[in-house]
């Protein structure tokens, strides 16, 4: 496996480099993605929210085939994530990945783009959308992904959460981004005519000749749409977030938006405003008009209606419902229309009360105080331009409840583009002398454009000339040099090859006499061997024998010894036995003269007392 990834390059050429090119549509991100950097997301126990999302769109990708009907209602098991991300090939699935898998399954692309990814973040090709799944009871975990703000990716929340994942981030999302199908170009707003009165006079039955009655009018319209109680909404959740048009409790809305002041909520699908239908009718031969919705968006905090629905909310004292009124754009009136206005999620069975309102003259007032400017750039200003060049303008109420039975009233303003196909061939028949005129301006121009590129195309084809002939010889020196340069390899290549095989022959010569005189040292070896044995068993049994006649030798000796022993304790016995009776006797002796001594010595002494005791009794 290599150290980084290069650009991967799928395996047939409707592929897309994948690596190395997010930076270059505005996101700084790496094309490294090294063993360490995969290891370190391996380590993770607990990977931030930011990093599993990442990985559940690597594995989805990857795995595009099993999700072929889209993302499972239920979510992705983490457990299949772990797998794809401790297998050994990993690194190189995503070097070598072929986009082209993905692009089979548009629907499971756009998905992708919906539920894991900001509003433009795949380079600002697609506009998010939410896919058919969100209209079911069942799918709680694709509805609370699109909603809720923190588990959209973006570069920063995935670096913010591990560098390691930046650059695997950014293979998901251009893998995502190349496999979502092209979108719809949309429809140009029909410019309003310029009607000059002093040079004719546009009426409408003019038709070419020739030409079928015109089929039924059409009406665009675009909706802005406030609280209420007349506000602007602001971004975020406040108050009780059930939105107000389709009944459902969000927890987090990072796109929904509410009212500050009254409490009013409404969610991401519902202020997108696909649940809002307007049918119109001819008031005059009561014929039906379709009505198209262009644009609709709720009015931020602070921000105002277009001057012309400003001008007619208080003019607007006809005899219909509070708040409702219509008005043409343009400076011309034409035939009286009558606009109805329904909630497409309201179930069958509940009733709906028809809003309606017809359009007017856009009353004349003195010129109003300046208002902060409206949004020029963005969603919201790509919007507004589109709705301003629109020739009727309304405003109206309309009924939003549909779970709960009770009618929740909304604050409308419509704006709404009338274009009668009769008065547009009007049109067409005034302006045709201009177009033609303009058509031979621009063939004149375009003849002489196309002259000049000719002539570039003949010096291209000139240079391009030079440059082959250039290139053929360069060529052949080029040619010559190598096949120089290739004769002198191969001579090299040959000495080189007759000195190894040479070097090989003396290699094996020595190898040989090594191998010779390692036999004859095994040889010597086992015959010295045998020798010391034999001298070593000779040695063993005259030390033996030495060993034996020691013993024997011993065993003499000491009976010898102890013969010589008990001889002299016999003697030693006999004379001390002597010497005892001896001195027993001379013991005896002893006490027989002491006896007659001490008798002796008694008589002495008793016939000197008795004498001295007769010489006292005398004296």
């Known amino acids: 496996m290599p150290k980084r990834f290069q650009r991967s390059q799928s395996a047939d050429t409707s592929g897309v480099k994948v690596f190395a090119e997010v930076s270059q549509e505005g996101e700084e991100c790496e094309d490294v993605l090294t063993q360490a950097a995969l290891d370190e997301i391996r380590q993770l126990k607990n990977p931030p929210l930011a990093v599993r999302r990442t990985l559940e769109v690597m594995h989805i990708v990857l795995n595009a085939r099993r999700h072929s009907r889209g993302l499972p209602t239920q979510g992705i098991r983490w457990e299949n994530v772990l797998r794809t991300l401790a297998a050994d090939d990993l690194a190189e699935q995503l070097e070598t990945y072929d986009i082209s898998q993905l692009r089979q399954f548009p629907d499971l692309a756009r998905d992708l783009h919906d539920f894991y990814f900001e509003e433009g973040l795949c380079f600002n090709r697609h506009k998010s959308r939410c896919s058919r799944k969100l209209q079911t009871a069942k799918s709680s975990f694709l509805r ?29 999302a251009k893998a995502v981004a190349e496999a979502l199908p092209p979108p719809t170009p949309p429809t140009p707003p029909m410019p309003e005519p310029t009607v000059v009165a002093d040079e004719v006079e546009v009426l409408p039955e003019l038709l070419l000749p020739g030409e079928p009655d015109p089929p039924a009018e059409a009406l665009t319209a675009g909706v802005w749409a406030t609280c209420p109680q007349g506000h602007g909404l602001c971004v975020g959740i406040a108050g009780t977030p059930v939105c107000a048009v389709c009944g459902n409790t969000i927890l987090r809305g990072g796109d929904s938006a509410s009212c500050r002041l009254c409490g009013f909520f409404v969610c991401v699908g519902c202020r997108k405003g696909s649940w809002l239908s307007i049918a119109g009718a001819s008031a005059s031969s009561a014929a039906a008009v379709q009505v198209d919705i262009v644009a609709m968006r709720f009015l931020r905090d602070g921000e105002e209606l277009p001057a012309a629905l400003a001008a007619l909310a208080p003019a607007a004292n006809v ?15 034409l035939e009286e229309v009558q606009l109805t206005f329904h909630n497409d999620l309201l179930k069958e069975g509940v009733s709906q009360v028809p809003m309606s309102c017809v359009v007017q003259s856009a009353p004349k007032a ?9 949004s020029g750039s963005g969603v919201f200003g790509l919007m507004d331009t589109k709705a301003l060049n629109a020739s009727i303008l309304c405003s109206g109420w309309m009924i939003a409840s549909l779970k709960r039975p009770r009618c929740l009233l909304h604050r409308l303003a419509l704006f709404c583009i009338f274009c009668p196909r009769h008065w547009a061939r009007g049109v067409q028949v005034v302006l045709q002398p201009k177009i033609t005129q303009a058509q031979g301006k621009l063939e004149a121009a375009f003849l002489s454009q196309l ?4 002539s570039l195309v003949d010096a291209v084809n000139d240079r391009m000339a030079s440059v082959e002939k250039d290139f053929q010889q360069s060529r052949a020196r080029y040619i010559g040099q190598m096949d120089l340069e290739a004769s002198a390899i191969e001579q090299d290549l040959a000495e080189f090859r007759k000195a190894f095989e040479l070097e090989q022959v003396n290699r094996q010569e020595r190898e040989h006499g090594l191998q010779e005189r390692l036999e004859a040292a095994k040889l010597q070896t086992a015959e010295k061997l045998a020798r010391d044995d034999q001298l070593a068993d000779r040695k063993y049994a005259q030390l033996l024998r030495d060993a034996d006649e020691s013993v024997r030798e011993r065993d003499r000796e000491q009976q010898k010894f102890k013969e010589q022993v008990d001889a002299e304790i016999a003697s030693l016995k006999t004379a001390i036995s002597e010497a005892t009776q001896a001195r027993s006797q001379a013991d005896d002796d002893i006490v027989a003269a002491l006896n007659h001594y001490t008798k002796e010595l008694q008589q002495a002494v008793s016939s000197v007392s008795h004498g001295a005791l007769q010489a006292a009794m005398r004296s």
Do not use: C
């Open 144 to 172: 609370r992904a699109v909603t809720s703000e923190e588990l959209k990716l973006s570069p920063g929340r995935v670096r913010y959460a591990s560098r390691a994942a930046a650059t695997l981030f950014a293979w998901a």
């Open 319 to 333: 005899p219909q419902m509070p708040g409702t009124a219509a008005v043409w754009g343009g400076e011309q009136q």
């Open 366 to 374: 003195p010129p109003a105080p300046p208002v902060p400017p409206r």
């Open 451 to 454: 002259e000049h590129v000719h």
